[in-house]
């Protein structure tokens, strides 16, 4: 129900910082092969926001800077990482240092690694025939990024070169801040937090998956007096299950019209008119999504609607995130949703 009391203002949203591993070439050191530092503005705009433990298998495993370059080879079923130069293989020492440092990680929220790099890439690495001589036969991950999918593939973990697209980079930090949270509620032991973690991120689970809002309430409304750590383990699986894919559009338009109808009745037919012609212009790509759930967010704090201000589908993430430029390869960055 609509509270027809005086007009609140949207809350002023505060986040736990997550923990964030990067590869320490991301504007930290220039330890890249040729002694470079890679610039990316992600990195400076999230500081603030976020507790980093920056990386550099590479050098980790001993290899200096400046260095000549490494390569993975296929060696039937598996990847092998090679320095063509000296003959090295390097192979068992990346994945030994990789195991190690993983295992004294902690706890951590998710993962910026550098793109194509034959350590830190994630999914678009080139692996040779052979050492010298041969051509590209596949792509896949580096060595590091391989033990970091195999342990923490639920979590966020991205290349840097795909988080310059902002749909990309909207939904890594919808969900990074997320889990970051679940991670600050694990500390409390109290069922009624869950419930409240729930109840403001249920818009934005239903845009993300209809099937996993469903499934996750059964958690939270099932729990029969089991043990919290048990409940919230359950609850943390299926959450980050289901936001493992950006939302589609017409799971969005789903979201606006669910949000409207707490409205509706309240508002002039010209309203109405005017929110179905601004859903006909997001459906057919002639408006971003924020500017649906700024109108929706309007009409909340116009009708006192608590309920709909917490919703954590409005501001996901720090707003002063959502203003970075798109790498040309998405749309023009604002306060906006994904998609």
């Known amino acids: 129900m609509i509270r027809s009391t005086a007009p609140l203002s949207a809350p002023v949203r505060e986040f736990p910082k997550p923990v964030l591993v990067i590869s320490e070439c991301l504007e930290f050191e220039p330890c890249r092969y040729n002694g470079a530092r890679i610039h990316f503005d992600l990195v400076h705009a999230l500081a603030p926001h976020v507790e980093y433990c920056p990386v550099c298998p590479e050098v980790q495993v001993g290899l200096g800077v400046p260095r000549d370059p490494i390569r993975i080879v296929a060696d039937g079923g598996r990847n092998r990482l090679v320095q063509p130069s000296t003959g090295l293989d390097l192979t068992e020492d990346m994945e030994g240092f990789s195991a190690r440092y993983l295992d004294g990680l902690g706890e951590v929220d998710g993962f910026i690694l550098k793109s194509r790099s034959p350590s830190c890439g994630t999914g678009s690495v080139k692996v ?127 979201v606006f019209q669910h949000i409207f109808g707490f409205f509706s009745r309240e508002l002039g037919r010209g309203e109405r008119v005017h929110f179905g012609g601004q859903l006909d212009r997001y459906r057919e790509g002639q408006l971003p999504a924020s500017a649906i759930a700024l109108l929706l967010e309007s009409w909340a704090i116009r009708f006192g609607s608590d309920y709909i201000l917490d919703q954590a589908l409005f501001v996901p993430f720090p707003v002063a995130l959502a203003s970075l430029a798109d790498s040309g390869k998405g749309r023009a960055a604002g306060r906006s949703l994904t998609p």
């Open 128 to 254: 040779f025939a052979g050492a010298d001589a041969g051509g590209v036969v596949r792509r896949g991950a580096g060595l590091f990024a391989a033990a970091v999918l195999e342990r923490y593939g639920p979590l966020v973990v991205e290349d840097e070169g795909r988080l310059r697209n902002h749909r990309i980079r909207e939904h890594f930090l919808t969900k990074l801040f997320a889990t970051a949270r679940l991670r600050q509620l694990a500390r409390t032991g109290r069922i009624a937090d869950l419930v409240r973690f729930h109840a403001a991120y249920k818009f934005l689970l239903l845009a993300y998956s209809e099937r996993g809002l469903r499934a996750l309430g059964r958690v939270v409304g099932n729990h029969g007096g089991d043990p919290f750590d048990a409940v919230l383990a359950e609850y943390r699986t299926g959450f980050l299950g289901a936001l493992e894919t950006t939302p589609s559009y017409a799971s969005m338009i789903n």
